[in-house]
């Protein structure tokens, strides 16, 4: 069996087109979505992905402001920064890119975004809310996770999904995302025995570890949907997940490819956030 593609390129092209329509409908309401992303340091993978973002919402018509800050910055600081952005009416998401210099308490600075404008869903306020079913945004790639299974029309209920990962950003919020729409959920994490058992009974795979071929074929039952959220390099240096990807898409039925999967629809699903988070300001001055 070749399993389907699912293309991250192309759905979030599709996505982010009617993103973009969307954002200047609210524009011209007199509310254009703003993002201000907020990086501290020079981690250069950190630059790469603040840049895709900064261009993202370039492309879809949205303000977007990107304050760089030396490796250096107090925390007292930055907190001073947010606390500003929260109250910023031209801003609607802000994203403080991780990781953070050692010196500065990222969950701290995390709660200190407002819970409105935490388009990286990463506030407990945000957890909480995925957890018990409430409105909140939810963490962009598990959230492009659930749009690429709703892309190819596929339905969790009563199917087995295992998510190997249990990280707060992934492979947590995956498994709560996958359980609400009633999949039955196993989730592995490094201390998980008899690893390929649990896999080979899956009808959906989620891969969130950050290892190279920690899903082999022989771990995945004929016609699953694997889902790789990894990103590792290879011996080459070249971008790669964490599926043994030649062997898998033998198995599997569909499967996302690194790159050109998970990580596109990542940022897509940021700018869906922020879109409506904008869409609620704008209800609000509405509502008054
Ligand atoms: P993380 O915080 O390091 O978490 C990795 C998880 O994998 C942990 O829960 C760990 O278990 C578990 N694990 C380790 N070895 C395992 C094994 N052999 N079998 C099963 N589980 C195992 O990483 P993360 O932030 O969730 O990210 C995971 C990967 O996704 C990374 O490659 C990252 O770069 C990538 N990522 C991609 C995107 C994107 O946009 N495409 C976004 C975010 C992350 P313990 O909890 O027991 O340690």
């Known amino acids: 069996m070749t399993a389907q593609l699912i293309d991250g390129n192309a759905l979030s092209k599709q ?7 969307d954002a200047a409908k609210l524009t011209a309401q007199g509310v254009k ?20 973002k900064v261009k993202a919402c370039e492309e879809a018509g949205f303000h977007s402001v990107l304050e760089k800050y030396d490796a250096t910055l107090a925390e007292t600081d930055l907190l001073q ?24 308490d990222a969950q701290k600075v995390i709660e200190a975004i407002s819970p409105a404008k935490d388009v990286d869903g990463f506030h407990i306020a945000s957890a909480g809310a995925l957890m018990t079913g409430m409105k909140g945004f939810w963490p962009c790639t598990p959230y492009g996770c659930m749009k690429m299974l709703e892309s190819i029309g596929y339905s969790l209920k009563g199917k ?18 996958l359980l609400q729409q009633n999949a039955t959920v196993t989730i592995c994490h490094s201390g998980t025995v008899n690893l390929k058992d649990i896999t080979l009974q899956a009808d959906v795979i989620v891969a969130a570890v950050g290892k190279r071929n920690v899903l082999t074929a022989d771990m995945v039952k004929p016609g699953a949907v694997v889902l ?24 599997a039925g569909y499967i996302t490819p ?3 999967g998970v990580g596109p ?3 897509t699903m940021l700018l869906v956030n922020t879109l409506e988070s904008a869409q609620n300001a704008l209800n609000t001055t509405q509502a008054i």
Do not use: W
Request: hydrophobic share 45%.
């Open 15 to 21: 996505l982010r087109a009617q993103v973009a329509i």
């Open 33 to 52: 979505p703003g993002l201000a992303v907020v990086l501290v340091g020079e981690n250069s993978a950190s630059q790469v992905y603040v840049r895709n």
């Open 81 to 104: 920064r947010v606390h500003a952005l929260n109250n910023d009416a031209s801003i609607h998401g802000i994203l403080v890119q991780l990781p953070l210099p050692a010196h500065i």
């Open 160 to 177: 087995h999904a295992v998510v190997m990962g249990r990280s707060n950003i992934v492979g947590k919020p995956m498994a709560l995302m």
């Open 228 to 251: 790789d959220v990894g990103m590792n390099r290879n011996d080459e240096g070249k971008l790669c997940g964490d599926v043994d990807f030649e062997g898998v898409k033998e198995v």
């Open 258 to 260: 690194v790159p050109g």
């Open 265 to 267: 629809m990542t940022i």
